[in-house]
């Protein structure tokens, strides 16, 4: 069995990732309603919770600092805040355990009207998932970005996009797709040329 030289890897890599993607055309219905969802959250006073471990923490940071700084237009900020200070995770999970430390933030920060953006690949990150019951709990919208079958997090969230792929670094590239798409159509509809609602369906004459 002959072993594929560098170039064929990049290749495969990169024709699995575009194969990924162009996957996610048959969720453009559900990408544009999160958006939505998540828009609707800023235009009623609501704030932005995004929480994830490893690479998904620093998606949940990148949501956060593209709506509170900007994407690509010059507008007011957005709040929004991640849950993964350094100095707050270590603190819970030293005294407590890790898996309660983005919970335990929920139950400090997060209010009806809010909306948490949990991320896990697997969706079964158990810390995750204890967040998205806090904030069930407290009646806040949750919307998940999960992979593979969606894990428990596909049942627990109020709305989840489901990433069709199995390797986690796929997910992920297609997790900044729809994070990046979120930012345009949220930017977009709060402040510029797209409407917030849903227009309605075309009548036949």
Request: hydrophobic content about 40%.
């Amino acid at each position: 069995m002959s072993t594929p030289d560098a170039l064929t890897l990049i290749r495969q890599a990169l024709d699995e990732s575009a194969r990924v993607k162009l996957a996610l055309r048959e969720q453009a219905p559900d990408i544009l309603r999160t958006a939505r969802h998540l828009a609707e959250t800023f235009r009623t006073g609501g704030r932005l919770y995004a929480c994830g471990n490893g690479g998904s923490a620093c998606d949940a940071m990148h949501l956060v600092e593209e709506l509170v700084a900007r994407y690509k237009r010059e507008r007011p900020g957005l709040p929004a805040q991640h849950l993964v200070d350094g100095a707050t995770l270590t603190c819970w999970s030293n005294d407590y355990d890790f898996a309660g430390a983005f919970a335990r933030q929920v139950e400090a920060l997060a209010r009806p009207g809010d909306v948490l953006v949990a991320i896990s690949t697997s969706g079964n990150s158990p810390n995750v998932l204890r967040a998205v019951e806090s904030a069930n709990e407290r009646g806040v919208l949750t919307v998940g970005l999960s992979g593979r079958d969606g894990g428990r997090l596909r049942a627990l969230c109020g709305e989840c996009l489901v990433v069709p792929a199995e390797a986690t670094e796929r997910i992920q590239e297609a997790h900044i797709a729809i994070i990046h798409l979120w930012c345009e159509l949220i930017e977009r509809m709060l402040f510029f040329d797209l409407s917030l609602h849903t227009p309605p369906p075309a009548v036949d004459a």
